[in-house]
């Protein structure tokens, strides 16, 4: 089991920048794949990105792809999710969550942090 920790949400204005922080322990941060899922109020959680375990290979969801930036560092046992160019439907919770592929289904999942709230105003 990995327990993880993000940080980093908050307001920001439509066109601005966040970098989102995933702080895990527990198992082996190394060898599991990390993604970011977000849950805008009302809708059902949707994938945004994922890394696998050596950070050779990332995906995005098409609404964020070319504004989103997934990256890890496993020294420090962090995966980050760099937003640009926010937009208002950007407003969601931030999920990260751990799992042995890198995928953007969220059963292949089974690790979840708690999220952090990213609100983005016009």
């Known amino acids: 089991q990995v327990q993880l920790v993000e940080s980093g949400g908050g307001l920001v204005q439509a066109g601005g920048s966040l970098r989102l922080s995933c702080a895990a322990s527990?198992?082996?941060?190394?060898?599991?794949?990390m993604g970011w899922f977000r849950q805008a109020p009302g809708k059902e959680r949707e994938f945004v990105a994922t890394?696998?375990?050596?950070?050779?290979?990332?995906f995005y969801a098409d609404s964020v792809k070319g504004r989103a930036t997934i990256s890890r560092d496993n020294t420090k046992n962090t995966v980050y999710l760099q937003m640009n160019s926010l937009k208002r439907e950007d407003t969601a919770v931030y999920y990260c969550?751990?799992?042995?592929?890198?995928?953007?289904?969220?059963?292949?999942?089974?690790?979840w942090g708690q999220g952090t709230q990213v609100t983005v105003s016009s």
């Open positions: 890394i696998s375990w050596s950070g050779a290979s990332t």
């Open positions: 969550a751990a799992g042995s592929v890198s995928s953007r289904r969220i059963s292949d999942y089974p690790d």
């Open positions: 527990g198992r082996t941060f190394s060898t599991t794949a």
